[in-house]
């Protein structure tokens, strides 16, 4: 919790004349502040605390809204500034889910990880995984502060629903890259420092066996084999600069994660990809959305100066 850019609200720090940095809690107007002293960690504590102490009152939540949004509220603000947008995407997309569900208490009957992902869809497997992960992570969150009970489990953390989670998550990549694969013409994409280390976790001095993959060049789905890790390697980085570069860094960060035994499954799944995975929106490629938002919001940043 350091090197931000921007304090949360209420929040405000000083430089004396020695250079250190004094951090102080500014509650509402004509009260005097709170003095929180040097240390940055210190002071967003004290900060997330005080957050929580005006939002819940007693810290008592039974409400699985209530645990998100005051995880929304008192913790999201304090992470770093890059954080933010993608935990409160994630957090408020958990919420829509079980106000959807009607669930309101934190014990069964508990809607089930495969429930929020079928409410996702196919198309979202990762994204959906991330949240789920998340909420894991809140569960978590509110007992180390004692805003539950310790040991009352979370419904998402069993070993199985991480599998399960991970089996979506194989299903997913395994038609984006269908269709990287099956695209007839992409725009080049810049070099990235990640494609040296794109599927390091799986290069090795062996050999894979043969596979097929659809021939980009045709758009078809005619087999093309693919001899040896280093063409997989090639062509798994590629995807993945594409991926980044259309907006999807969550696919492209997945591609480069995949351990040397997962690459064996997405490739097998590969072929029939499409007819498992019935989906009312399709990928996208080659739009090099990332770089057009980048500007747009360069653009919107200059306006507001």
Known sequence: MTN?????PGL?????????????????SGVKETPLGPDLGTALQYWRDHALDRYLGERNVS???????????AEIPIRMMSEVPFLQRQARALAAFFLDMGTTGLTAPFPSAEAYFAYRGPRYAIRAGAE?????????WAQ??????????????????????????????????????????????APSPQD?????????SEKLEESS?????????????????????AFLARAARQFAADGRPDLAREVRRLSRAEVRKVIDLMPGSAGTLQTGAELILGTSR?????????ATKAKRR
């Open 63 to 73: 409400s699985v809204l209530v645990l998100i949004e005051a995880f929304i509220t």
């Open 12 to 28: 405000r720090s000083r430089t004396q004349a020695s250079g250190k940095t004094y951090h102080y809690l500014k509650t509402a």
């Open 196 to 204: 040296g280390i794109a599927a390091s976790n799986y290069l090795a």
């Open 132 to 140: 789920i992960r998340l909420f894991i992570h809140i569960w978590g």
């Open 290 to 298: 990332a770089a057009r938002l980048e500007v747009m919001r360069l």
């Open 4 to 8: 931000r850019k921007r304090l949360p």
């Open 213 to 233: 993959i659809p021939d980009s060049r045709s758009g078809s789905h005619a087999p093309r084999t693919i001899a040896d890790q280093h063409e997989i390697d």
């Open 144 to 189: 180390r502060l004692s805003l539950m009970k310790a040991r009352a489990p979370c419904p998402w953390s069993s070993g199985l629903v991480w599998d399960w989670v991970r089996q979506h998550v194989l299903c997913e990549l395994a038609d984006a890259l269908r269709q990287f694969a099956s695209a007839a013409s992409l725009p080049a994409q």
